[in-house]
């Protein structure tokens, strides 16, 4: 006689009663709700919670700010950018009358802007692709629910979701090898190849001991949990970080290289 | 397209002659930061794909080669198109990437890699 547990039961019976709905498909329920609320132009908060509690933020109708407490959080950039006058919607090149007259001059000030907002928007993505996991679920709606300080550029819905769809693929091809929530050690082993990392990949290997995620690492580091289990995996075919329990045969199969363009949806297409 | 600002920065690109794509990319992630091009471009998420993907596979081979070089830009020819991706700051962690392609017969190569390079040196080292 099989013993399957209440859970795995739910699943076989949502699988048969909703064949293109499946208990993992909360997260299809919650993009549901998003178009619904962009649609209806909405300004408040949705909260969401699974493996962790977390919350979308909107303003008519665009996110302007995600956080989930199993990824940074982004307020704490925000706060940084703030600080140095790189406030969220200016225009580039309107810090000055005569800013626009050169066109290097605006580059200038735009790529300081431009950096410091993809920091915040990533790690709102960061949070958006959490929340949208399998085992997630979001509570009622609140409407004109205060908007924390730290609230990015409004995004468009359909695109964040684009972006999350991708990031998951991503993270599927990378299961094989590493997930945000793997084990990873210092590969120590006197055989270490001499091997070139950028001052991110080595914030991460000295801070590899035992017993250390992706995740950890990016939280520790108030970075993107996404952008650093990718680090985290090339520096792991680099041979400088290793996962416990890996088979070596492993370590060198390039069958399972991750790919971005694999993860794109669809084919022929564009985000313009 | 997640960071409209952005697009204002690929305007000197577009003006390259024979121009059908430029694009910002998260080198790290692979997301698309902004993007403008004519109307026989690729599309632009796959282009923006293999553009990161092919910097992290030179990434891979720089790092294993460890000789202290960074990746200056990147420029393959199809054989009706230019492909040229170009971090925008010299670093030896490039994070956002200029991809750029352009129609190979009427485009001056020389001119638009020289267009290219200008426009990543204006970005703050």
Redesign the interface.
Known sequence: MSQISRRARVRQLADSVWPGRTVNGYANLIAARLRKLADEGSTGMLPVSGHGDGAVFFRDGQVVYAESSRTSPPVARARDLAALGLVPGEAPGSAGADGTDAAGTVATRSVSRLGGMLELTELIIDALTELLSSESRYAKFRHAEVIPAGQGRPLAVETLLAEVQRRHEVLRQLAPVVTPDTTVTCESSLGLPSAQVSPAQWALLIRADDGTTPRGLAMQLGRSVFGTTIEVYWLVELGLLAVPGRPPALAGDQAAVMSFIRAVPGGKGSDA | ???P??G??LA?VAAIEGFRLGCLV?A??????A???SQD??????A???A??LV?ML??L???????EILEDVMITFSDSFFMVRP??RD??P??LLLVMADRHRTNLAMAHRSIRD?CA???A
């Open positions: 397209m997640i960071m600002e952005a204002e920065l000197p998260d790290s992630t692979g997301m698309v930061l993007s403008v091009q471009a690729a599309a632009t998420p796959t923006a794909a293999g990161a993907d992290h990434t891979l720089n790092g294993k080669l460890a000789t202290g925008v700051e030896t962690e994070r956002i426009l204006g970005f703050p």
